[in-house]
């Protein structure tokens, strides 16, 4: 099986290196939201072939860019509405019929958008081989720029990481507070999952009072803390307010960079949960998680002042993370069905809202005497469903009243 990964890259040019850069990424963003006008103006209806037939030429004299560079712009640009037409198809329209109080779903197309998508960050595509290599034995890397090709130096250190049997891809330059990375895309070859060979089946249960409750086939039920996380993200609220109240210039700056440190502290944290799962039980495991899509927390029940904390958890993010990390070592991530995890009895499989006490946490089941908390009651029902998964047995919920 393959597996793509981005790898960051730090680089390290000098000052008339840093020029070409910044000049290079300049043209190429102006190439691709002139680009992305002549598209919206002719309807979106242009194909890569018509694209490339009427501007090649206009976008390397216009913008001075290489061969190559000119082909990555009608490619990005086209890739940025492909993007945008899936988000839109995923989020129709909703109106309500004055008359009847109906409600409607209109699906979306391009045709919605009322201005052309703007490429406001310099950046740029960098095709392998085409427009970046290795050079001086991997010790520099190359970089292709409007003015010249370059070498500059690099941070090796997550290359260095990488199996041997890895290919690289294209790469995207970006530049965030003076400093330069390059995003390198990676494609390799991993072992592939077998059903018959699974060593460990790990039920997750994912919620707010505990960011992940786990179960595993020896019975083993581990807890990773959210109140720590939410006493956190309660100081960073406060501090956005404080900033908010302000209203200043300095204040707007500050505002941008908690958000962001917020984003990279939260990105952090998922991908230590992940690492250590996948570190654990090792490869042939089967992670086991519910499918939350379309799944919302109650907020209506939490304190107003608190449902930012209870509702913006990115717990799809940490999903990919385990993903991926699974996937590198032989090991595969599932998602089924969150309906009742936490209502169901583990021993009989009977269903019973009233079995769970909310208020408590706790899950009790009189008849059997079943009583456990009720993020780990969740955690072994979906490992549960993960058993059945390799059994190839079919899940029906039937609820009690």
Same mark, same amino acid.
């Given at each position: 099986?393959l597996?793509?990964?981005?790898?960051?890259?730090?680089?390290?040019?000098?000052?008339?290196?840093?020029?070409?850069?910044?000049?290079?990424?300049?043209?190429?963003? =102006?190439?691709?939201t002139?680009?992305?006008?002549c598209?919206?103006?002719?309807?979106f209806?242009?194909?890569?072939?018509?694209?490339?037939?009427?501007?090649?030429?206009?976008?390397?004299?216009?913008?001075?860019?290489?061969?190559?560079?000119?082909?990555?712009?009608?490619?990005?640009?086209?890739?940025?509405?492909?993007?945008? =037409?899936?988000?839109?198809?995923?989020?129709?329209?909703?109106?309500q019929?004055?008359n009847?109080?109906?409600?409607?779903?209109?699906?979306?197309?391009l045709?919605?958008l009322?201005?052309?998508?703007?490429?406001? *960050?310099?950046?740029?595509?960098?095709?392998?081989?085409?427009?970046?290599?290795? =050079?001086?034995?991997?010790?520099?890397?190359?970089l292709?720029?409007?003015?010249?090709?370059i070498?500059?130096?690099?941070?090796?250190?997550?290359?260095?990481?990488?199996?041997?049997?890895?290919?690289?891809?294209?790469?995207?330059?970006?530049?965030?507070?003076?400093?330069?990375?390059?995003?390198?895309?990676?494609?390799?070859?991993?072992?592939?999952?077998?059903?018959n060979?699974v060593k460990?089946?790990?039920?997750?249960?994912?919620?707010? *009072?505990?960011?992940?409750?786990?179960?595993?086939?020896?019975?083993?039920?581990?807890?990773?803390?959210?109140?720590?996380?939410?006493?956190?993200?309660?100081?960073?609220?406060?501090?956005?307010?404080?900033?908010?109240?302000?209203?200043?210039?300095?204040?707007? *700056?500050?505002?941008?960079?908690?958000?962001?440190r917020?984003?990279?502290?939260?990105?952090?944290?998922?991908?230590?949960?992940?690492?250590?799962?996948?570190?654990?039980?090792?490869?042939?495991?089967?992670?086991v998680m519910?499918?939350?899509t379309?799944? *919302?927390?109650?907020?209506?029940?939490?304190?107003?002042t608190?449902?930012?904390?209870?509702?913006?958890?990115?717990?799809?993010?940490?999903?990919?993370?385990?993903?991926?990390?699974?996937?590198?070592?032989?090991?595969?991530?599932?998602?089924?069905?969150?309906?009742?995890t936490?209502?169901?009895?583990?021993?009989?499989?009977?269903?019973?809202?009233?079995?769970?006490?909310?208020?408590?946490?706790?899950?009790?089941?009189?008849?059997?005497g079943?009583?456990?908390?009720?993020?780990?009651?969740? =955690?072994?029902?979906?490992?549960?469903?993960?058993?059945?998964?390799?059994?190839?047995?079919?899940?029906t919920?039937?609820?009690?009243?």
């Open positions: 099986m597996q793509t990964l981005t790898v960051k890259v730090r680089l390290y040019p000098d000052m008339k290196q840093k020029m070409f850069l910044d000049q290079t990424m300049e043209q190429y963003r =102006a190439a691709c002139w680009l992305s006008q598209y919206f103006d002719n309807n209806t242009d194909s890569q072939r018509n694209l490339h037939d009427k501007y090649y030429k206009v976008l390397r004299i216009k913008f001075m860019l290489k061969s190559q560079m000119a082909e990555s712009v009608i490619k990005t640009v086209l890739a940025r509405y492909k993007t945008v =037409a899936t988000q839109l198809r995923q989020k129709p329209y909703r109106y019929d004055c009847t109080k109906k409600w409607y779903s209109v699906s979306r197309t045709t919605w009322q201005k052309p998508i703007m490429f406001k *960050r310099p950046q740029i595509d960098l095709v392998a081989t085409r427009d970046w290599s290795f =050079a001086n034995q991997r010790k520099q890397l190359s292709n720029t409007i003015k010249s090709r070498k500059l130096n690099f941070d090796d250190s997550q290359l260095t990481k990488l199996s041997s049997n890895i290919k690289l891809g294209t790469a995207k330059l970006v530049k965030l507070k003076e400093c330069y990375f390059l995003h390198i895309s990676t494609t390799e070859t991993v072992p592939d999952f077998v059903n060979h460990h089946v790990v039920g997750i249960d994912r919620g707010l *009072r505990f960011l992940i409750t786990s179960y595993d086939e020896q019975g083993k039920t581990r807890f990773v803390s959210g109140k720590q996380v939410l006493r956190k993200r309660r100081k960073f609220k406060k501090l956005r307010q404080q900033l908010q109240s302000k209203n200043t210039k300095s204040a707007k *700056r500050r505002l941008k960079q908690i958000g962001q917020e984003n990279r502290w939260m990105t952090d944290i998922n991908h230590r949960i992940s690492k250590t799962l996948v570190e654990q039980y090792g490869n042939q495991t089967l992670f519910e499918d939350l379309g799944v *919302r927390f109650a907020t209506e029940k939490v304190v107003k608190r449902r930012y904390e209870a509702v913006s958890w990115s717990f799809y993010q940490l999903e990919q993370f385990l993903n991926y990390k699974a996937n590198r070592i032989g090991s595969k991530l599932i998602n089924v069905d969150a309906h009742y936490s209502q169901r009895d583990p021993k009989t499989g009977e269903i019973n809202k009233n079995f769970r006490n909310h208020d408590k946490h706790e899950f009790y089941n009189p008849v059997t079943t009583r456990s908390n009720d993020d780990r009651i969740g =955690a072994m029902n979906i490992y549960e469903l993960g058993k059945r998964y390799l059994d190839n047995e079919p899940v919920f039937v609820e009690t009243v």
